[in-house]
Structures are given as structure tokens and as C-alpha cells.
């Protein structure tokens, strides 16, 4: 029984939502996304500070998959917060979260969910088509069977005939 409650406990259902990750977020410690993803940066800080080779395979994913997009950063505020910054190559400064597109947001925290480093039993994702350019459906497709291939299962629910 014991085994079976750390199965049906491990398993994460997506309900992400862009509005939420896109806010600042107090300082906290977070190994893994929320369901709703509102913990976005401070898993980033997390990731970042102590898998930096993770970090940097979902930077450069982000760059192939998100043209202009140099580097993201999760940056602590002076008054407590984690506030992410992706940085775009044709601009001097790092733009905040909320100036970048629901599409970004969207990719860079599958990215993060899917280069976890401590994988989910099952992971659920509703509708991952959803403010995503057509053309990068592929590659998430590709994301999520690689997180099976090295044994996390995954279920997709969508409407898109492309995915």
C-alpha cells in the first residue's frame, strides 16, 4: 500500500497558468513546479544554483526553440522577491517575465518541467498546443518522449492533429 500512495502521490496534473508564473514570487525554496507553475522562478533559482548543467541544456533548448532569446535568469530583488529575466539578444537589458510572450513563458516552463531532475511517476499535460507557435509543437512532442524515454511516463490530452 505504501508503494502504491508514493505512485498515485508522485503523479503531477498540469494546470499551469502563464499569469501566475509571470508574477514575482517571494523568496522561497522550491526543488519542483507547482501545478500551476506560480513557483516558476524560484525553481529556476533552485535548478540553476544546484544543476547548473540541467540549467544550461534548458537554456540552450530555449534558445533554439525561441528566436532572439539569449538567456534566462531568476534574479533576487532587495526586497525578497524572484523576479525572472529573459534576455533577448538585439536589446541591452534582460526583459521581466511579464514583457515576454505567453508562448515563451509557456515553453520555457515545459523546459523546466521536463528537464526536472527528479522525475514525476506520471505526468499529465492538458492541451500543451495552447499559446505555442505551430511549429514548435514538434519539438515539445520530442520533449515529452525523451522525459518517457528515460522512464517518467506522460499523458497528453490535445485537440491539435499537428501534436
Known amino acids: 500500500m505504501a508503494t502504491f500512495r508514493k505512485l498515485i502521490e508522485d503523479w503531477y496534473v498540469s494546470d499551469f497558468r502563464i499569469d501566475a508564473a509571470r ?29 547548473p548543467d540541467v540549467f544550461s541544456d534548458i537554456i540552450e ?18 526586497d525578497s522577491y524572484i523576479v525572472l529575466r529573459f534576455q533577448d539578444g538585439t536589446f541591452e537589458n534582460p526583459f521581466s517575465s511579464k514583457y515576454v510572450s505567453d508562448g515563451t513563458i509557456k515553453m ?29 509543437l514538434l519539438e515539445l512532442a520530442e520533449e515529452f518522449r525523451s522525459y518517457a524515454d528515460k522512464g517518467g511516463q506522460v499523458f497528453v490530452s490535445t485537440h491539435s492533429p499537428d501534436f
Open 23 to 51: 508574477d514575482r514570487q517571494e523568496i522561497e525554496y522550491s526543488e519542483h513546479l507547482t501545478k500551476s507553475g506560480d513557483n516558476l522562478s524560484s525553481v529556476t533559482k533552485f535548478i540553476y544554483d544546484n544543476h
Open 61 to 78: 533548448k530555449m534558445k533554439q526553440r525561441v528566436p532572439g532569446v539569449e538567456y534566462v535568469e531568476a534574479q533576487e530583488t532587495q
Open 108 to 136: 520555457f516552463t515545459y523546459l523546466v518541467l521536463l528537464h526536472d531532475p527528479t522525475q514525476h511517476a506520471l505526468l499529465c499535460v492538458e492541451e500543451p498546443e495552447n499559446q505555442l507557435y505551430p511549429q514548435l
